[in-house]
């Protein structure tokens, strides 16, 4: 039933349904492992969508005319239930030419799903909860209302995110820390001239290499060898080679390699070795300086003397701009300011010591324009709206709705009998000679893989998709390495009669937690690694480190991506080299981190969700399992496209952009038609009324089918008005922007206007 009421001279109606409803780009050689483990058919992908934006115009059944403005939005509670307002124009069918249509206001309410990859927001079980339109007649609203319903194709109730993001008032969003985050400074070498930093998860691990003398290090993302007849060991650095007779002494052009490195194995693991063979000679002002570390450790590596630039607007800080790292200066004296993680550290120098700053950073630091070129930074200064914007990405669930009939757990392989472990805090046991997340609780097994539960009687199986979870899992703490489970829940089952199962998981599974306010990569701890040495092979498996790879915030994908070549060819500290039981050898460069999976221009795969890129496509955590028995949340963002009008293709995907309304051919409805044309200077006021904005700045009302300046807002609606201006103009530029950082395939991802930024202006001091 509908409630109708009568407000001045408009009608009202209002519904009674109110009800309630983020790729990192990593460029890894993967083949190895892609070669080892099972892969789901490759989807064909859409084709580049195009963007369009407001208003847009559709069809009704009854073959009148609607178009839709650009809604404001209101609120959007919990990053699920969304509350907009729109402006509206009806045209009846057979309406005369010179007849001017009605004019009113919506308001929408909808359940919403997130495709973080694609930037897009779907409106699901949309409704007009609300509709004022002046001039038509109470009895003919309702009629208008599911007229306007149904003309909006489901394909077309999609709206760019940045479009959301930028209504939703910050000042509401209150940030949950994850208890017990670490943030104790890594070790941070500085060099001014080429370098590079080896980490080590732990002391070597020399593996054998079968009919060959050399041994290669397994827990470091380089070729490392050591070649124990001359007590040597050896380093590839792109297409050349350095030797040290100590990992943490003086490393120097290793001259003529032994005999034993062109007997390496023809596979996979040593194809990248083999084509730096021979090896090309290097100067010694090309040589790097080799920096080694048994713990994950970090780099800031200038290129010379530190070089200085005013930040603008800031009283005192300065941007170091002759580095990729994120390092600012209060002043040419002052403390050194070096962002990784999420995390900052300041010292004294460059040179350390280092301790934790984020509590205590100056003002400056809030005063960083959108415009520079590292304003991604702000994201990670507490209080700001892009820390803030950043939680709230890391918040936002991807979901999959799994078939229980048809799924099977990937294969859980130990090395020797299953061996658990306590879980610190809880009454939980941990697998710890798999690489396989399975928890013991109560005498039940419980496995996570892939942001999917399953559910056991015995370690190895067999396993069935769980449908509940012990709340204890959801107590583990961060101290422990299964934590990123704690991130995966199974949502409320809506028909228990069939045999599907609904999980969702949020950033937090694949690395992104929040603390001190904002989005950070780690827990900060450092988790020992899984070693054993029974076989010819010494079995490895590592966790995945906080810092290691100079971790850097991308505000264009809300993920972590990974820092410049100085830190490896194969991805993060101590997970270049990876032991794969079913082939029993190891797979070099299988690894790819990123909050919502593997993204890139080359292929990436990610071990810890098994997702999987390619081609500049990207995959989150559902990705890897195929549509046959997991269908993800977000599949209506990568199974539609929008072509042009001239082809009579419409099925799309619908991107916001700037823009006027669109064309649309609908050959079902019977005909087609063009836009208004009009500018989408059109506003829906929460009062009922609808507004634009004057050349002089103020506000004029629709009445009696025209405008006028006389009936002014009250000052809380043009209060409003004002707000959703703003927001619908920084809209329009985010997504400008965004469409920028695409067409560069990336560049001026460190800035939050995209690669149409500046240089970061300030003058040089």
Known sequence: M???????????????????????AIIVAIT??????????????????????????????????????????????????????????????????????????????????????ERLVHFANLRITEANFSTLP???????????????????????????????????????????????????????????????????????????DLKVAVNTNWDLFEHPPTQTYFLRYDNSWLKATDLKGAWTAAGKLPDSFKALPADANFKDVKAALPGKNLSASQRPTVYVSFTPAELILLRGPASYLLVPGAKELLWVNNTESDVFRMGKTGPVYYLVTGRWFSAPDFTGPWTFA??????????????????????????TDQAIEAVMLSQIPQTARVDRTKIQAPVVAYQGDPQFAAIEGTSLQRAVNTEQDIILASGTYYYCSQGVWFVGKAANGPWAVATTIPAEVYKIPASSPVHHVTYVVIEEDDDSNDSWTTFAYV?????????????????GWYYPPYVHYGGFYPIYYPHFPTYGYAAHYNPWTGSYGRGAVAYGPYGGVGAGARYNPRTGTYARGAVAWGPYGARGAAEAYNPRTGAYGQTRQGANAYGSWGSSAVVRGDDWATTNRYTSNVTGNTTRVTRTDEGAAISRRNPGQ?????????????????????????????????????????????????????RDRAARTTATQRTRDYSGVKSSGGRGSGSYRGAGASRGGGRRR
């Not at 009324?689 to 009445?703: A, F, I, P, T």
């Open 358 to 383: 984020t509590t205590k950073l100056p003002e400056d630091f809030k005063r960083i324009p959108e415009e520079h070129e590292r304003s991604r930074v702000l994201a990670s200064v507490p209080g």
């Open 138 to 212: 109470k009895e003919q609203l309702r009629e208008v209302v599911a007229e306007i319903t149904k003309a909006i194709p489901e394909d077309d109730r999609v709206i760019a995110l940045d479009s959301v993001l930028a209504f939703v008032d910050k000042s509401t969003i209150v940030p949950k820390d994850v208890p017990g985050l670490k943030a104790d400074p890594p070790v941070i070498f500085f060099s001014q001239g080429t370098a590079a930093v080896v980490n080590l998860d732990g002391e070597p691990i020399w593996s054998p290499i079968e009919k060959n």
């Open 32 to 117: 190895p492992v892609l070669q080892a483990l099972p892969q789901a058919p490759a989807k064909a992908q859409p084709a580049a969508a195009k963007s369009i934006g407001w208003p847009r115009t559709y069809a009704t059944p009854s073959q009148g005319r609607v178009i839709v403005y650009e809604p404001q939005i209101a609120s959007w509670g919990n990053q699920k239930q969304l509350v907009g307002y729109a402006a509206a124009s009806y045209t009846a069918k057979g309406a005369a030419n010179d007849a001017k249509p009605a004019l009113g206001t919506l308001k929408i309410e909808a359940d919403t799903s997130v495709s973080l990859g």
């Open 670 to 722: 019977g005909g087609s038609f063009v836009a208004a044309g009009d500018d989408g200077n059109v506003y829906a006021g929460r009062d009922g009324n609808v507004y634009k904005r004057d050349e002089g700045g103020g506000w004029q009302q629709h009445e009696n089918g025209g405008w006028s300046s006389t009936n002014r807002p009250t000052p809380q609606t043009t209060d409003q008005l004002n």
């Open 2 to 24: 509908a409630n109708v009421t009568k407000k001045g001279t408009s009608m009202s109606i209002r519904t009674a349904n109110r009800g309630a409803a983020i790729v990192v």
């Open 507 to 523: 950033a937090g599974y694949t690395g992104l937690m929040i603390g001190w306010g904002c989005a950070v990569w780690g827990s």
